[in-house]
């Protein structure tokens, strides 16, 4: 089946989808973007992200093509013909195309460029890595000051990916002035005495709409949190590690740096938080 993607205003089969060399989002990385996942072929938080969207966009001096009912319809439309059930729905908004490359934003400002697309993914809550944990290797958070900007600049997320790989293992943790910041693309947890610990929010990580909502669960199950900058010595005497997202909801981290975290498996409280976390989500789905 072709997939069918959407760019500015029109639904197409992938290949006819095209945007300008000149678009900004291609030469400069001008340009944030969203991953909304899909279970049951209902949307996941749509109301976080698009909050969020917003938030990225005004940062950025920016203005979204369409209004968040508009981008709904997008979404769910894209679901539908592309008969998704489980997966993602990938959204994208640059400057835009100015018709030729200057580093000053055009003035006065183009059309922004809207891109989505969707990535199909059967099963994707029961990943089997959430039975086994994922391992992690710490690296040096070398990013720009500004990571609560959903912004398409992935090149060192991917390079930590790699270096991550290399090393076999699933992921990386970035640290910086000796705390991790966040995974290449989730936030990071340890849990100690039954107290969940998270990094506090500031311009050093993105803002995880899925933090919001599994911090939002636990509370409410009366879990203890403490929001604060943590070590990678802390986490390794930690009872448990995990690491959320959008695409990987609470995902159980079992090996830092080749050390194991508690007893090496996944623990109880990343695996409760993840059974709260895709139920109440697929009861609010959209
Ligand atoms: N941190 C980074 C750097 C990310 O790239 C992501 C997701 O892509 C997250 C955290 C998790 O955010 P969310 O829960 O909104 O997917």
Known sequence: MTRIVHVNGQYLPEAEATVSI????????????????????????????????????????MTSPVT?????????????????????????????????????????PVTPTIVLFTQSKPGLADNPAAKTGIKVVSIEDIRWGRRDIKTVQLLYPSIGKMMAKKAGADDAWMVEDGFVTEGTSNNAYIVKNGRII???????????????????FAAEAQMEIEERAFTIDEALAADEAFVTSASAFVMPVVQ?????VGDGRPGRVATRLREIYLDESRKAAL
Do not use: C, W
């Open 22 to 61: 000149f678009d900004r989002g291609f030469l400069m990385a001008d340009g944030v973007y969203e991953v909304t996942s899909v279970l049951g072929g209902k949307l996941i938080d749509f109301p976080g992200h698009a909050a969020r969207l917003e938030r990225s966009l005004a940062e950025l001096d």
């Open 68 to 108: 968040t009912d508009e981008l709904l319809a997008i979404h769910r439309e894209l679901v539908a013909r592309n008969s998704i059930t489980d997966g993602m729905v990938y959204l994208q908004i640059t400057r835009g195309n100015p018709g030729d490359r200057d580093f000053a934003y055009p003035d006065p």
């Open 256 to 260: 830092i740096d080749g050390a194991a």
């Open 198 to 216: 998270t990094r506090q929010l500031g311009t050093d990580i993105l803002h995880g709409i899925t933090r919001a909502a599994v911090l939002r």
